[in-house]
Each structure stands twice: as C-alpha cells, then as structure tokens.
C-alpha cells in the first residue's frame, strides 16, 4: 500500500511538473477531470515520456494520451519514442484523466487541482445545502493541490494539503448537529432536495487564513446559519420566528471573520445540547429584536451573534428556574404513576397465576371425584357418555378461560403503553429522554416482559390442561388395561406358584 500512495503521489507531482515546465497547457478541469493540451516540441515530448512511466506504476491498464488527430485514438509509449526519434512535432495530442478514480487508496476519495484558479472557481461555486457536492458527498476527502504554499486545511471530513497523505487526521473537535437533528427544527419547504451539513464542512478555524479558508469560512458560516432558522426554502429566502416574525435572504456575499464564526458555532452547539425548542426559540428572539434594517442574516449576526448568544443563554436560566418546580412536580406525578402502573402489573401477574391455580384445584377436585365413582358403585362411569360430555365442558372452559384472559390482559397492556406514550409527549418539555427512559420506560418495560413470560407459561399451561380434559377418557382407558394387565399377570404368577408347592409336597410323601 506504501508504493501505492507513493506512486500517486509522484504522478501528481509528475504532472504538476509537466505544466509548471510549460510543456502543457490545463484545457479545462473540474473536481473529477482534467484535459491538458500537450505542448508541440521534442522537449514536451521527453518530459511527456517521464510522465507516461509514473502513469503506469498507479495504473497500467490504461491509456490517458489522446490523439486528437485521429479521432481521439490512444497513444501509446512506442508512439512517444517514435515521434522522440523522428523528431516529429507536428501532432494533436492532449492527456484526459478522470482524477478521482485514478487517484484513490484505502478508504481516501482524492482529487487534485493542478490550476489553483479552478479549485479558487470550484470553491466559489460549491453549493453546500446540495447533497450531491463533493464536499458533502464523500467521506475521507483529499484535495491535493500541488502549488499550495499554505497550510494544511484541516476539516471533520476533508483536507486541502499541498502532498498527498497516507494517514491524515482529520478535525473533529465539535458537537455540532448532523441534518437528521436539524430538520427535526428547521421546517423545510424547498423544492429542491436540501442536506444541512455544518458537521462535514467545519474546519480548523485560524486567525490568520487565505482566500480559500474565506470562502470555506463563509460556507460553514451559512450551514450554521440555516441550523438557528424556523423555515428555510432557499439561500434568498429563510424565516424567523422571534419576537418579530420576517422572511430574509441568508447572506448577501459578506465573509464573517473567524471570532464570529466562532462564536456562532458555539449558539448552534449549545441550542442542540438539550431542550432545542426553548433554546433556538431565545436566540431567535435576540436576534429578530435586532433585524432594523439588515439584508441579510448574516449581516444580523455579523453585528449582534455575541450580544444575542449572550442574551440567550441567561434568559434560558431563567426559563429553566422558572420551569423546575413544575419538572420537580411532573416527575413527582410521573414516577406516582409509574408506581401505580407496576403494582399493577404485579397483582395482574399474581390474579393471572391465582386463577390457574384455581381451575387446577376445581379440575383435580372434579377429576377425584370422578375416580372415586371408579371404585363406588358405578365403576364405568368414567367411560359413560355423560362422563364424555363433563370432559368436553371441562377442556372448553380451560380454552375459553385461557382466552379471555389472555385477550383482556394484552388488551390492558397495550392500553397502558399508550397511556405511557402520551405521559412521554407531555413530559419533553420538562425532562430529557434519557430520564424518561430511566424512571418510566425501563421499569414498565421490566414489569411488561415479567408478565408477558408468565401469560406465556399460563396459557402454556391451559392448553395443556385442555388436552388433557378432551382426551381424559382415553387415557383412563389406557390406564384400565395396563392396570388389568397387570393384575392378570399377577394372578397368573400367583396360580403357578400354587399349583407347583403340592406337587413337591407328593413327592416327599412317597419317599
């Protein structure tokens, strides 16, 4: 893998050196392609030469010199020297490479911009609320600008660095909102399909920075943006709902400076911590205090993020004061039901294990009342059609029994879920999932499956009960032979033994 990194790099660098020489000339580039026009001199073609051999150690299956003379045919190694040795200039060759599939390696997705003013352009151009931009689109990016002279641009999931890195360590130093949690608040009414991904565009952000750090700067600046709105349907048109409700454009090209940024990634962190309503409510209403006359946003939050985020955070104080006796008196009554609602499932367990054991007594009562009519008087009555028909009943109330309960008592349950469903809806506001889940979700889901193991036992247990009773009657019969069986055998012993003790006692006598 080592020789493999080492071979893309010096392929872009080999290229790179290409175009820095002046053998080339960038045609047209974009984040995946590049066409290069090739120089018409013998020197263009040695260097051409130089980087036909770096070509093949990344990739050797393929061709990337077009003959545009000839309908774009491929030109191969032997065509260079030909024309080396020939001394033959007079050709129409460009090279076409689809970057990022040639440049790639374990999980990385590369690119690289050769001209610094295309990757400048492809910057400028990125639309970073659309899901299919390479920015947002791939994980692990590396855009490898060989006349970079800056710093590495270190991002949670990209790097813009001057040399390809085979182990690079990306910037993950925040705890900022992924889409899925802001489109949980921002209400969405665009046409267009929309992804909020300030958590893939930040970056290291540094005091100083060079224009492409501005521009990223700005970018990440919007996505932060679009997380603290109530409606957003485009970059011209977003809606704050504050204590004054208006409708603004995102930004109007102004480039916040790195203190501002920060601080508003620090809002967008803290309204997504916990209680996102109340909290992205406050810090709209600071902000839409200050709207006047501001065109954008932006400019909103260029003049007054620190004063409102400020603000914010101590009216929420007071809001969270104000709501703590009423989370106090709420969990009180929560954890009262939450009570009522175990002791509940327990005496239902214990009503449920009651009423078997109770038809368990009546049947062994009724069943020894019946084999003692066994040993009495009538000892086939067990075998009687009226016997057949008592059993019938007796199996039918087993099932019968075992339905209604079971029907009623899973009925109950599902009620009592529901019950608990709606105490979650009413108690967010007050108290955070988690402890919901502590003090309510995970008791009753405790008692639940408690019971529902013993329901199972139970009608287990019924059915069991059930075909016994409808098959009583065999199994008496089969019982009444073994036991008539054995006594025959008994008897048969028996008579054996008395007829061969005489005999003996013959035999003696005559001696």
């Known amino acids: ?127 970073v609320f659309n899901q299919n931009s390479e920015i947002l689109k791939y994980e692990d990016l590396q855009i490898v600008l060989p006349t970079y002279e800056d710093e590495d641009i270190i991002g949670n999931s990209f790097i813009i660095t001057k040399k390809l890195k085979e182990n690079s360590s990306f910037y993950a130093e925040n705890k900022l909102p992924d889409d899925l949690n802001i489109k949980e608040f921002v209400h ?81 962190e803290w309204v997504y911590e916990e209680n996102t309503n109340t909290r992205l409510q406050l810090l709209a209403d600071r902000l839409s205090f200050h709207k006047d006359n501001a065109n954008s946003l932006m400019e909103i939050v260029i003049e007054h993020i620190e004063e409102a985020f400020t603000e914010a955070k101590d009216r929420y104080k007071f809001v969270v004061t104000e709501k703590s006796e009423e989370y106090t008196k709420d969990l009180r009554d929560l954890l009262k039901d939450t009570k009522e609602k175990t002791d509940k499932y327990s005496e239902k367990t214990r009503s449920v294990i009651n009423s078997l054991l109770r038809d368990i007594l009546g049947s062994i009562f009724f069943l020894g009342l019946t084999a003692y009519s066994r040993f009495s008087g009538n000892k086939d009555f067990i075998f009687s059609d009226d016997a057949g028909i008592i059993f019938l009943l007796l199996g039918s109330y087993f099932l019968i029994s075992m339905l209604t309960q079971a029907a009623f008592n899973f009925w109950d349950i599902w009620l009592s879920q529901k019950e608990a469903h709606r105490w979650s809806a009413s108690s967010m506001d ?13 008791p009753l889901k405790t008692r639940t499956v408690q019971f529902i193991t013993v329901q199972i036992i139970v009608i287990v247990t019924y059915l069991l009960l059930a075909v016994s009773a409808f098959n009583a009657q065999k199994l008496a019969k089969y019982l009444d032979i073994h036991n008539t069986t054995q006594a025959t055998n008994s008897e048969i012993n028996t008579s054996k033994k008395m007829t061969s003790l005489p005999k003996k006692q013959n035999i003696e006598d005559k001696e």
Do not use: C
């Not at 689809?98 to 999980?107: A, D, E, G, I, Q």
């Not at 007050?430 to 995970?442: A, F, R, S």
């Open 188 to 268: 969405l009414i665009s046409q267009e399909p929309i992804i909020f991904s300030p958590k893939k565009l930040a970056f290291k952000l540094k005091e100083e920075t060079n224009k492409f750090e501005n521009i990223l700067r700005t970018q990440y600046a919007e996505t932060l943006l679009a997380s603290i709105v109530h409606i957003f349907n485009s970059r011209e048109d977003v809606t704050i709902k504050g204590l004054k409700h208006f409708k603004i454009r995102l930004n109007n090209d102004l480039q916040p400076n790195t203190n501002i940024v920060k601080i508003l990634e620090n809002a967008v």
């Open 430 to 442: 007050y108290m955070t999932p988690q402890t919901y889940d502590k003090y309510v979700t995970q």
């Open 1 to 127: 893998m080592e020789n493999n990194v080492q071979s893309i790099e010096s392929l872009i660098q080999s290229i790179n050196n290409f175009l820095q020489k002046n053998h080339g000339t960038v045609k047209s580039e974009s984040f995946e392609n590049i066409v290069i026009s090739i120089n018409q001199s013998i020197d263009s073609l040695k260097e051409l030469e130089i980087l036909y051999e770096a070509f093949t150690k990344v990739d050797e299956t393929r061709t990337f010199v077009e003959n545009l003379s000839e309908n774009n045919a491929s030109v191969s190694q032997e065509d260079i020297k030909e024309n080396i040795d020939t001394g033959y200039t007079d050709f129409n060759w460009q090279i076409t490479l689809n970057k990022v599939n040639l440049f790639s390696f374990n999980h990385y997705k590369i690119t690289a911009f050769f001209n610094i003013d295309k990757f400048e352009e492809w910057l400028e151009n990125l639309n």
